[in-house]
């Protein structure tokens, strides 16, 4: 079953905004990871955040966790037409091995 | 370095037909998943191995067979098509399991008539 949830199913923005992106998840985590998929093409990873972090940046991306509410937030600060894409968090549970067990992602759309 | 190459990109089979979807990742990583996006759906797990001759069943096994007798392949069998398996299928391989990143494939999108 589908582990994470993301909110909301489709964004809209213009170029030069921002844009977050929200995952809940059901079960305990290792840590949760967000990925990007451009139409038509594989899924890129982007950022993995662990447990026992809160906050974490990579360039224009910002993520942050908070376990006791079993969500996560993806933050892309000055959006480019670039950026639109399909974005999906995934889950690293604590047992067993270690796949992923995804949410059915957010659509971006950034216009010029 | 290719990364994970996806064979083939396309295919159209018939219902009862069987086929085999290739994987291969040069990276030398002992973690190798399918997974299958329906619209609406996300990805969900097939099947997945830890290493050479090691595999297991995931969310949606049923239809669907997996072996891996080497590090760098990790074939997904059809053993009998049918329409409800038409998707897009991934294949993913990290070398640290789900404690870093895993690196997809561009898939095969495969339609069964």
């Known amino acids: 079953s589908q582990q994470g949830e993301e909110d909301p199913q489709a964004l809209s923005i213009q170029e030069g905004e921002n844009a977050t992106m929200n995952c809940s998840y059901k079960?305990?985590?290792?840590?949760l990871q967000w990925y990007r998929q451009n139409s038509g093409r594989g899924l890129v990873h982007l950022i993995l955040i662990r447990s026992n972090e809160r906050e974490k940046h990579s360039g224009r991306l910002r993520v942050t966790l908070d376990t006791s509410k079993k969500s996560s937030s993806l933050l892309i600060t000055a959006s480019r037409a670039a950026d639109t894409a399909s974005y999906f968090c995934a889950t690293v549970g604590n047992s067993g091995y270690s796949t992923l067990t995804f949410g059915k992602g957010t659509m971006l759309l950034v216009s010029p | 370095n290719a990364g994970v190459t996806q064979t083939p990109k396309f295919q159209v089979l018939k219902t009862g037909q069987s086929m085999t979807l290739q994987c291969a990742q040069d990276?030398?990583?002992?973690?190798m998943s399918w997974y299958r996006q329906d619209p609406g759906m996300g990805l969900r797990l097939i099947h997945y191995?830890?290493?050479?001759?090691?595999?297991d069943q995931g969310e949606v096994p049923n239809g669907y067979n997996v072996s891996r007798s080497t590090t760098e392949d990790f074939p997904l069998r059809l053993l009998s098509a049918a329409p409800s398996q038409t998707s897009v299928y991934f294949c993913?391989?990290?070398?640290?399991?789900?404690?870093?990143?895993?690196?997809f494939g561009s898939g095969t999108r495969l339609t069964v008539v």
């Open positions: 990276m030398n990583h002992e973690y």
């Open positions: 993913a391989s990290s070398g640290q399991g789900g404690h870093y990143g895993y690196t």
């Open positions: 191995s830890v290493g050479a001759g090691i595999t």
């Open positions: 079960t305990s985590i290792n840590n």
